[in-house]
């Protein structure tokens, strides 16, 4: 299981750091994601984390979101600086593994973000 938590309301050009707390070693992931779905717009992916440390990020984040991982307290953050009302969604954390052509995923319950002007 995947628990997501740190959204709240803040003022743009704010921060916030959103943690992905897993049940077991995150460490069995090939990756984890996080996703954002704002009202009435589909959900896309934000940034990107693979076991090897990799990462990856939407052009809309590059520069103001940093993704990382604490594989000791198997958790993931997401630090998000310079916010902007754009930013403003519900936001998921995924784990998933990739095997055999097969990707099997799990979700965490989102956590709202919200950015005022």
């Known amino acids: 299981q995947l628990q997501a938590s740190g959204g709240g309301s803040v003022q743009a050009g704010g921060s916030l750091r959103l943690s992905c707390a897993a049940s077991g070693d995150i460490f069995s992931f090939n990756g984890m994601d996080w996703y954002r779905q704002a009202p009435g717009k589909q959900r896309e992916l934000v940034a990107r984390?693979?076991?090897?440390?990799?990462?990856n990020y939407a052009d809309f984040v590059k520069g103001r979101f940093t993704i990382s991982r604490d594989d000791v307290n198997n958790t993931m953050y997401l630090q998000m600086n310079n916010l902007k009302p754009e930013d403003t969604a519900v936001h998921y954390c995924?784990?998933?593994?990739?095997?055999?052509?097969?990707?099997?995923?799990?979700w965490g319950q989102g956590t709202l973000v919200t950015v005022s002007s």
């Open positions: 984390i693979i076991k090897t440390g990799g990462t």
């Open positions: 995924v784990g998933w593994i990739a095997q055999n052509l097969v990707l099997s995923d799990t």
